[in-house]
């Protein structure tokens, strides 16, 4: 494992130790947010209260992120977000029956991005964040290479 993937893997853990306090205090909602590093490793959080439901508003949405990141100077993210996903390829997560929800994770610095997620599993009992799982293929859409669109001043698309 490189550097940076260790590096990233740390920053995903750190997002979702907050995103399981967010859910929480939210009787198990997540509300989406990056958390973002600057060259000095100084965090923030920018906090997406409202997720656009429109492609072309997530679009807008990615270009605006950004050039925010240029204009800060973020050196590393992490993109965390609610998500249906599902085993259908006839039809969206969002639409398939046996669709499930959980939280994506996607990280990025210079030198790479990773990817995790959290199954949400809902019971009677209540709601509860499961294991956080790694995956070993390369992040795509449209919230990954924000930062490298940040560097080069390119349009997100």
Not at 19 to 46: H, M, R, Y
Request: one cysteine or more; hydrophobic letters at 40%; glycine letters at 10%.
């Amino acid at each position: 494992m490189s550097g940076s993937t260790k590096d990233l893997d740390a920053l995903v853990r750190r997002a979702s130790r907050i995103a399981e306090q967010q859910f929480k205090k939210c009787d198990g909602e997540i509300v989406a947010f990056w958390l973002v590093e600057n060259a000095d490793g100084e965090q923030g959080i920018i906090g997406v209260p409202r997720m656009p439901k429109d492609g072309a508003d997530k679009d807008k949405l990615a270009a605006n992120l950004s050039e925010i990141f240029q204009e800060e100077g973020v050196r590393r993210c992490v993109a965390v977000l609610p998500m249906w996903f599902g085993s259908s390829r006839d039809c969206r997560p969002s639409e398939d029956p046996d669709r499930k929800e959980g939280v994506m994770f996607f990280a990025e610095d210079d030198r790479g991005a990773r990817h995790g997620m959290r199954e949400i599993i809902r019971s009677s009992a209540g709601a509860r964040l499961g294991k956080l799982e790694f995956f070993d293929k390369p992040p795509f859409g449209r919230f990954v290479g924000l930062l490298s669109a940040a560097r080069s001043g390119a349009t997100v698309q």
